[in-house]
T-cell receptor
């Protein structure tokens, strides 16, 4: 089955610790994305990558970092600099091309709780 | 950047047709209109996408008037399992989608 996997589903960390969220896709998509969703809100773009070894900041990149060393993988690190990291994090991918990029496939999400 | 406005919530009953309208007055010439469905604690799921006039697939229809300043997602004969949040998105350039708060649709028996 093709799709996107995110692990773990739930993650708990102490304040001040960095944490890395995993995202893997086997859809052969060029573009990948990371979003953050807070309760009752829409999604906000953290980072996106159109191609391997390249990524761009989204609307709320401060306190986050990413890498794109492989086409299949786009891990997100939530650093201690992120002031309010507790949220639901969603990874997505899409085929290349402007219209195709609007059809994004999402993973199941990781719910991060920092105390 | 395009901005969308949609109702915060809607109620309907099983078997009815549901229409959710989205306003996007500042849509750009190259922008597409895309709708997603999201269940609690899950990632959004693509429903339908269009540029103008009408698009239909196996789950929904999308109506876009000539001026493209609004769009209407139509869900035929809804069931309880259609209870979800529905997002209207207008494509910005360079792969960025702008997500609003969505419309919470509640289907009653």
């Amino acid at each position: 089955d093709g799709g996107i996997t995110q692990s773990p589903k739930y993650l708990f960390r102490k304040e001040g610790q960095n944490v890395t969220l995993s995202c893997e896709q086997n859809l052969n998509h060029d573009a990948m994305y990371w979003y953050r969703q807070d309760p009752g809100q829409g999604l906000r773009l953290i980072y996106y990558s159109q191609i391997v070894n390249d990524f761009q900041k989204g609307d709320i990149a401060e306190g986050y970092s990413v890498s794109r060393e492989k086409k299949e993988s786009f891990p997100l690190t939530v650093t201690s600099a992120q002031k309010n990291p507790t949220a639901f994090y969603l990874c997505a991918s899409s085929a290349s091309g402007t219209a195709s990029s609007y059809e994004q496939y999402f993973g199941p999400g990781t719910r991060l709780t920092v105390t | 950047l395009a901005k969308t406005t949609q109702p915060i919530s809607m109620d309907s009953y099983e078997g009815q047709e549901v229409n959710i309208t989205c306003s996007h007055n500042n849509i750009a010439t190259n922008d597409y209109i895309t709708w997603y469905q999201q269940f609690p604690s899950q990632g959004p799921r693509f429903i339908i996408q269009g540029y103008k006039t009408k698009v239909t697939n196996e789950v929904a229809s999308l109506f876009i008037p000539a001026d493209r300043k609004s769009s209407t997602l139509s869900l035929p004969r809804v069931s309880l399992s259609d209870t979800a949040v529905y997002y209207c998105l207008v494509g910005d350039s360079n792969y960025q989608l702008i997500w609003g708060a969505g419309t919470k649709l509640i289907i009653k028996p």
